[in-house]
């Protein structure tokens, strides 16, 4: 039962190879008409197990290969080639529109954000004009020129992307959108030039169309241009708010310097009457000791009044004595 399973599994993976243009020699080292594996399976995505369940993943990945390549021919690439080499940089799917080369890389495991980028500027300057990374969803899609696809084998290659694609239908901005979008139409937007890789802010980016992009940045050159003139106008608030500091600053200082010269006449002042009150106080010093010896003196004249005044009291009783013996 399970060798007819491969066997069945054998038959379609050749119908698919031949409905996509691909002869079956290409593919012939993997699988035989028994549906057996024979020998050492190559590993073209990073696979090193050899049972069937990585087989039929790497049959896969094999597969979206060459049918991004026959879809890169039926959309109007003047070429495309699986396992190329860009200079001597190797990709998976070389295609080339006029002068203009690009480049997919297929990944179906999480991508490493460094090396995939150093790898993009590896491509971009051997000439290649833009690079895809056609990988599994995840955070590295936004910072990279990534979609992201979950299912990389579905029934009549169907493919999906999940992750990567942006639009401006929901937003005044370019936003992920919310719907599953065809891989097709995808990549016939990016041979026609419709869809293209850009920012949507400082570090992450997203591809959509020219008119969605138009729209982002119309959208951004008028928050820019109203920004500018809030920068503007915060500007000449700033400078009359300056302008007024200043003169505040000038007034503060004029009343600093009379406050400066009023606290000098201020000591002048209080010097002055310090001076007067020590002079003040001398003088009543001076007052209290003459009115001391005023005092004493008084005493001194009224002692001798009436010492004068007995003296006379004898005189005239001696007189009258006097008189009387007579």
Known sequence: MRTKQRVDTACGRRAMLAELGISDSR???????????????RDESGYACR??????????????????????????ADEAEVDRRVGDVPVDIYWRVGDRQFAIEVRSGPLDRDSAQQHTERLRASGCAGVLWLCAPGYWVAYLPAIGVADLAPPACDYLIDLGMLDAAHSAVVVPQREPYELR??????????IVWGYRDVTTGGWATVTDWEHHTRTQASVIARQRRELVNQRTTLALSRKSVRDKQKQIMKLTARLERAEESTQEHADSLAAAQRRLADHNRVDTS??????NL??????WQLITCCAMMLIVTFLAGAMVVR
Not at 290 to 295: E, F, G, K, V, Y
Not at 298 to 303: D, L, V
């Open 27 to 41: 593919v012939s080292d993997d699988a035989v008409s028994d549906g057996r594996v024979r020998g050492p399976v």
């Open 51 to 76: 049972c069937p369940e990585c087989v039929d993943a790497q049959w896969n990945i094999r597969r979206l290969k060459y049918w991004l390549a026959a879809r890169m021919l039926a959309y109007g």
């Open 185 to 194: 139409d995808f990549l016939r937007g990016w041979v026609t030039g419709d």
């Open 290 to 295: 003459l009115r001391a010896t005023i005092t």
């Open 298 to 303: 008084q005493q001194t004249i009224s002692h």
